[in-house]
């Protein structure tokens, strides 16, 4: 099994557990990989949102990206947050040189109509299940360098990876 198939699995194994232990309650799909490349072997880095949020599909996207949606793709006010990702990553060749290659993904990867209005016992099913595909997909890419958008989103990750990643120098928070 390839790094790509083992983080496409996990992401399946945790939907179906959540759909199974929480009928009715985890129906908005989501989605693991926000690019086009996954683990590549000349980047370390890792782009992480908190989670995909909403949209008019409710499938589970677990393949790679026509884009890395967060360095180029579509504009329209649906894709507002992209749109402010790529004014950032574009400010100078530093930060897109930095991300180029990266991994693009999610602290957590199933959809969720609001992170922030969720039940305490809801949240933690989501992170017990993004728990498996987080500590993945940093084992596989190896970063030196994770970029996280947000303070929930910051949150997020340290719930998810609790002690198992060593945080050497947060830039922000």
């Not at 908005?28 to 949209?55: E, F, M, W």
């Not at 599909?57 to 180029?72: F, P, S, Y």
């Not at 949150?155 to 945080?167: M, S």
Request: proline share 6%; glycine share 10%; net charge positive.
């Amino acid at each position: 099994m390839t790094r790509l198939e083992g983080i496409q699995e996990l992401t399946r194994e945790g939907y179906r557990t959540l759909q199974r232990r929480y009928p009715g309650r985890f129906d908005l799909g989501g989605c693991v990989l926000l690019g086009k490349q996954y683990a590549h072997p000349a980047s370390r880095a890792v782009v992480l949102g908190i989670n995909p949020g909403t949209g008019e599909w409710t499938g589970l996207d677990v393949g790679l990206q026509a884009h890395n949606h967060l360095l180029e793709g579509p504009d329209s006010a649906r894709h507002r947050y992209f749109t402010s990702a790529r004014v950032f990553f574009h400010a100078s060749p530093t930060p897109h040189e930095a991300v180029r290659l990266a991994t693009f993904s999610f602290c957590c990867p199933y959809r969720t109509a609001s992170w922030s209005d969720l039940a305490p016992e809801l949240r933690t099913a989501l992170i017990e299940a993004s728990r498996p595909v987080l500590r993945r997909l940093t084992r596989d890419c190896q970063p030196g360098l994770v970029v996280v958008a947000g303070v929930d989103g910051f949150r997020a990750f340290e719930e998810t990876l609790g002690r198992t990643l060593q945080v050497e120098r947060p830039i922000s928070r």
